[in-house]
Protein backbone atom coordinates (compact mmCIF):
# COMPACT_ATOMS: atom_id res chain seq x y z
CA UNK A 1 0.00 0.00 0.00
CA UNK A 2 1.66 3.47 -1.29
CA UNK A 3 1.97 5.94 1.78
CA UNK A 4 1.42 9.26 1.86
CA UNK A 5 2.49 11.43 -0.61
CA UNK A 6 3.38 15.05 -1.41
CA UNK A 7 4.37 17.02 -3.93
CA UNK A 8 6.23 18.61 -4.88
CA UNK A 9 9.36 17.82 -2.21
CA UNK A 10 11.50 20.89 -2.52
CA UNK A 11 10.41 24.39 -3.67
CA UNK A 12 11.87 28.00 -3.83
CA UNK A 13 9.88 31.06 -4.31
CA UNK A 14 10.13 34.70 -3.61
CA UNK A 15 8.70 36.82 -1.36
CA UNK A 16 5.56 38.00 -2.38
CA UNK A 17 4.99 34.67 -4.30
CA UNK A 18 2.07 32.46 -4.18
CA UNK A 19 2.36 28.30 -3.30
CA UNK A 20 0.30 25.58 -3.73
CA UNK A 21 1.51 22.41 -2.24
CA UNK A 22 -0.21 19.11 -2.78
CA UNK A 23 -0.96 15.85 -0.38
CA UNK A 24 -1.83 12.44 -1.65
CA UNK A 25 -3.42 10.71 1.65
CA UNK A 26 -3.27 6.64 2.01
CA UNK A 27 -5.78 4.86 -0.14
CA UNK A 28 -8.95 4.70 1.60
CA UNK A 29 -7.92 7.29 4.11
CA UNK A 30 -10.12 10.61 4.71
CA UNK A 31 -9.04 12.69 6.77
CA UNK A 32 -5.77 14.94 5.89
CA UNK A 33 -4.06 16.98 8.45
CA UNK A 34 -1.42 19.34 7.84
CA UNK A 35 1.32 21.15 9.80
CA UNK A 36 4.29 23.64 9.47
CA UNK A 37 7.53 22.74 10.91
CA UNK A 38 10.70 25.54 11.46
CA UNK A 39 13.23 25.33 13.56
CA UNK A 40 12.01 28.43 16.18
CA UNK A 41 8.87 27.36 16.32
CA UNK A 42 8.68 23.46 15.89
CA UNK A 43 5.88 21.12 14.82
CA UNK A 44 2.67 23.64 14.21
CA UNK A 45 -0.83 22.45 13.22
CA UNK A 46 -2.06 24.26 10.08
CA UNK A 47 -5.34 22.32 9.67
CA UNK A 48 -7.39 18.97 9.34
CA UNK A 49 -10.05 18.01 6.88
CA UNK A 50 -12.32 15.27 6.60
CA UNK A 51 -14.50 14.31 3.81
CA UNK A 52 -14.19 17.77 1.67
CA UNK A 53 -14.53 19.95 4.60
CA UNK A 54 -12.47 21.77 7.02
CA UNK A 55 -12.84 20.17 10.67
CA UNK A 56 -10.15 22.21 12.47
CA UNK A 57 -8.15 25.05 11.85
CA UNK A 58 -4.36 26.07 13.90
CA UNK A 59 -3.59 29.87 14.47
CA UNK A 60 -2.11 30.84 11.12
CA UNK A 61 -3.18 34.12 8.97
CA UNK A 62 -5.93 33.97 6.53
CA UNK A 63 -2.51 33.69 3.88
CA UNK A 64 -2.95 29.90 4.51
CA UNK A 65 -5.66 28.28 3.33
CA UNK A 66 -6.32 24.56 2.63
CA UNK A 67 -8.86 22.33 0.82
CA UNK A 68 -9.89 18.67 0.24
CA UNK A 69 -11.30 17.40 -3.01
CA UNK A 70 -13.54 14.15 -3.47
CA UNK A 71 -10.97 11.93 -3.69
CA UNK A 72 -9.70 13.04 -0.46
CA UNK A 73 -6.17 14.73 -1.98
CA UNK A 74 -5.87 18.19 0.20
CA UNK A 75 -3.70 20.65 -1.42
CA UNK A 76 -2.79 23.92 0.81
CA UNK A 77 -1.88 27.52 -0.07
CA UNK A 78 0.23 30.32 1.01
CA UNK A 79 -0.54 33.82 -0.93
CA UNK A 80 1.72 36.62 -0.49
CA UNK A 81 4.80 34.35 0.85
CA UNK A 82 7.05 35.84 3.92
CA UNK A 83 10.55 34.86 4.23
CA UNK A 84 9.19 33.03 7.59
CA UNK A 85 7.12 30.92 5.58
CA UNK A 86 10.19 29.02 4.82
CA UNK A 87 9.67 25.26 6.46
CA UNK A 88 9.06 22.04 5.99
CA UNK A 89 5.53 21.26 5.43
CA UNK A 90 4.31 18.05 6.30
CA UNK A 91 0.68 16.15 5.42
CA UNK A 92 -0.73 13.26 7.47
CA UNK A 93 -3.65 10.91 6.54
CA UNK A 94 -5.63 8.88 8.91
CA UNK A 95 -8.36 6.22 8.50
CA UNK A 96 -12.02 6.03 9.57
CA UNK A 97 -13.35 9.46 10.92
CA UNK A 98 -9.94 10.80 11.65
CA UNK A 99 -9.02 11.89 14.90
CA UNK A 100 -7.26 10.73 17.23
CA UNK A 101 -8.93 7.42 17.60
CA UNK A 102 -7.04 6.57 14.30
CA UNK A 103 -3.43 6.69 13.53
CA UNK A 104 -1.89 9.58 11.73
CA UNK A 105 0.42 8.45 8.86
CA UNK A 106 2.77 11.47 7.81
CA UNK A 107 4.19 12.32 4.61
CA UNK A 108 7.65 12.86 3.52
CA UNK A 109 6.97 16.89 3.69
CA UNK A 110 7.63 19.61 0.93
CA UNK A 111 10.78 21.73 2.10
CA UNK A 112 9.85 25.38 1.05
CA UNK A 113 12.21 27.78 0.47
CA UNK A 114 11.39 31.74 0.96
CA UNK A 115 14.01 34.43 -0.63
CA UNK B 1 -3.92 25.98 27.25
CA UNK B 2 -2.18 22.70 26.29
CA UNK B 3 1.38 22.49 26.07
CA UNK B 4 4.11 19.67 25.53
CA UNK B 5 7.58 19.90 26.98
CA UNK B 6 10.69 18.17 25.92
CA UNK B 7 13.19 19.75 28.26
CA UNK B 8 16.22 17.02 26.24
CA UNK B 9 17.03 19.19 23.36
CA UNK B 10 20.23 16.88 22.62
CA UNK B 11 21.12 13.54 24.21
CA UNK B 12 24.34 11.76 22.85
CA UNK B 13 24.75 8.30 23.96
CA UNK B 14 26.96 5.43 22.98
CA UNK B 15 25.80 2.35 21.38
CA UNK B 16 24.09 -0.12 23.64
CA UNK B 17 23.76 2.48 26.33
CA UNK B 18 20.33 3.08 27.66
CA UNK B 19 18.48 6.42 27.20
CA UNK B 20 14.93 8.00 28.23
CA UNK B 21 13.36 10.95 26.41
CA UNK B 22 11.57 13.15 28.80
CA UNK B 23 7.85 14.51 28.09
CA UNK B 24 5.91 16.94 30.26
CA UNK B 25 2.26 17.92 29.32
CA UNK B 26 -0.59 20.29 30.40
CA UNK B 27 -4.12 19.84 30.02
CA UNK B 28 -7.31 20.87 31.03
CA UNK B 29 -8.94 17.95 29.34
CA UNK B 30 -9.90 14.95 31.36
CA UNK B 31 -9.50 12.90 27.86
CA UNK B 32 -6.94 13.04 25.98
CA UNK B 33 -4.13 11.08 23.89
CA UNK B 34 -0.60 10.73 24.12
CA UNK B 35 1.99 10.43 21.31
CA UNK B 36 5.51 9.92 20.23
CA UNK B 37 7.02 10.11 16.80
CA UNK B 38 10.54 9.50 15.33
CA UNK B 39 11.60 11.55 12.67
CA UNK B 40 14.54 10.35 10.96
CA UNK B 41 16.93 12.86 8.78
CA UNK B 42 14.63 11.97 5.41
CA UNK B 43 11.86 14.37 7.62
CA UNK B 44 9.12 11.64 8.08
CA UNK B 45 7.87 11.37 11.18
CA UNK B 46 6.45 8.33 12.38
CA UNK B 47 4.23 6.92 14.82
CA UNK B 48 5.45 5.24 18.02
CA UNK B 49 2.89 4.75 20.27
CA UNK B 50 -0.58 6.24 21.14
CA UNK B 51 -1.59 6.27 24.84
CA UNK B 52 -5.06 7.43 26.28
CA UNK B 53 -5.40 8.95 29.14
CA UNK B 54 -7.41 6.34 31.46
CA UNK B 55 -4.65 4.08 30.43
CA UNK B 56 -1.59 4.30 33.00
CA UNK B 57 -0.52 1.03 31.61
CA UNK B 58 3.41 1.38 30.99
CA UNK B 59 3.69 -0.29 27.66
CA UNK B 60 7.02 -2.17 26.45
CA UNK B 61 7.82 -2.60 22.81
CA UNK B 62 10.93 -4.51 21.60
CA UNK B 63 13.79 -2.67 22.92
CA UNK B 64 11.13 1.11 24.02
CA UNK B 65 9.09 1.19 26.48
CA UNK B 66 7.09 4.06 27.82
CA UNK B 67 6.18 5.14 30.98
CA UNK B 68 2.91 7.13 31.50
CA UNK B 69 2.37 8.88 34.66
CA UNK B 70 -0.78 11.31 35.18
CA UNK B 71 0.11 12.04 38.90
CA UNK B 72 3.58 13.84 37.14
CA UNK B 73 1.67 14.59 33.76
CA UNK B 74 4.86 12.75 32.04
CA UNK B 75 5.01 10.54 29.52
CA UNK B 76 8.72 9.22 28.78
CA UNK B 77 9.99 7.27 26.37
CA UNK B 78 12.95 4.63 27.39
CA UNK B 79 15.51 2.77 24.35
CA UNK B 80 17.12 -0.12 26.04
CA UNK B 81 20.33 -1.01 24.17
CA UNK B 82 20.50 1.76 21.91
CA UNK B 83 21.55 1.46 18.27
CA UNK B 84 22.76 3.88 15.86
CA UNK B 85 19.72 3.36 13.78
CA UNK B 86 18.03 4.96 16.75
CA UNK B 87 19.31 8.40 15.80
CA UNK B 88 16.45 11.22 15.15
CA UNK B 89 14.39 13.42 16.67
CA UNK B 90 11.85 12.45 18.90
CA UNK B 91 8.95 14.25 18.92
CA UNK B 92 5.99 13.42 22.16
CA UNK B 93 2.33 14.84 20.99
CA UNK B 94 -1.14 15.69 22.72
CA UNK B 95 -4.62 15.80 21.43
CA UNK B 96 -7.05 16.63 23.00
CA UNK B 97 -10.54 13.99 22.32
CA UNK B 98 -13.03 17.24 21.43
CA UNK B 99 -16.40 16.58 23.17
CA UNK B 100 -15.17 13.02 24.34
CA UNK B 101 -15.48 12.06 20.78
CA UNK B 102 -11.88 12.06 19.58
CA UNK B 103 -12.96 13.44 16.26
CA UNK B 104 -9.68 15.90 16.33
CA UNK B 105 -6.73 15.06 14.53
CA UNK B 106 -4.93 18.11 16.20
CA UNK B 107 -1.67 17.71 17.43
CA UNK B 108 0.50 19.25 20.09
CA UNK B 109 3.89 18.62 19.62
CA UNK B 110 6.70 19.69 22.04
CA UNK B 111 10.36 21.10 20.49
CA UNK B 112 11.56 17.41 19.74
CA UNK B 113 14.62 15.70 21.27
CA UNK B 114 17.83 14.75 18.71
CA UNK B 115 18.96 11.55 20.03
CA UNK B 116 22.53 10.90 18.73
CA UNK B 117 23.70 7.21 18.92
CA UNK B 118 27.43 7.01 18.17
CA UNK B 119 28.59 3.31 17.63
Known amino acids: KAGVTQTPRYLIKTRGQQVTLSCSPI?????VSWYQQTPGQGLQFLFE???????NKGNFPGRFSGRQFSNSRSEMNVSTLELGDSALYLC??????????????FGPGTRLTVL | AQKVTQAQTEISVVEKEDVTLDCVYE???????LFWYKQPPSGELVFLIR??????QNEISGRYSWNFQKSTSSFNFTITASQVVDSAVYFC????????????????FGQGTTLQVKP
Open chain 1, 92 to 105: ASSSGTGGVYNEQF
Open chain 1, 27 to 31: SGHRS
Open chain 1, 49 to 55: YFSETQR
Open chain 2, 27 to 33: TRDTTYY
Open chain 2, 51 to 56: RNSFDE
Open chain 2, 93 to 108: ALSEARGGSGNTGKLI
